[in-house]
């Protein structure tokens, strides 16, 4: 774990257009959902794209506009880009059933094709935190495996120590 001031990791929260300069100063680069998902997935180096069920689209009648299909999926994959699951999402959406139902699409998406997925918080205050175990039992509900659940609260610490080596 970390030991001293000197260890400390930061990450960054990075537009498309800034990745690249991003990437240079931060051991994690975070993308939120935005129009440029594909281009982030396909020409990007960043580590986690995060936020994808926050989409202004209507649900179609037989699925659900989640903001991730199979091409994103299979994209994400090969360029060994993590899929972000953030609870401030859930926390504060007006319409908690359709981002719940989005989520849950999400991950059945991202097991299908093999994507790693990441859970955290991404709080913006002291009252949105929540422990790892509230984290791990509500994405067991919307139906991660057991497994999946717990290697998504690690992936984003594993993605930050193999780039903190490539740094080195």
Known sequence: M???EKDMISGILADFNEISQAKKYRSLVLVKNSEKNRDVLEKS??????DL???SKNDFLHHRASGLNHILCNLANKNKIIIGFSFNSILNSKNMAQILGRISQNIKLCRKYKVKMSIASFAKNAYEM???????SL?????MHQKEAKDSLKNALERIMSNSKIEN
């Open 53 to 55: 069920e926050r989409q």
């Open 139 to 143: 994405f067991l509900v919307l139906g």
């Open 130 to 136: 929540r422990s790892t175990h509230d984290l791990v």
């Open 2 to 4: 970390i030991s001293s």
């Open 45 to 50: 180096k960043a580590d986690v794209l995060f």
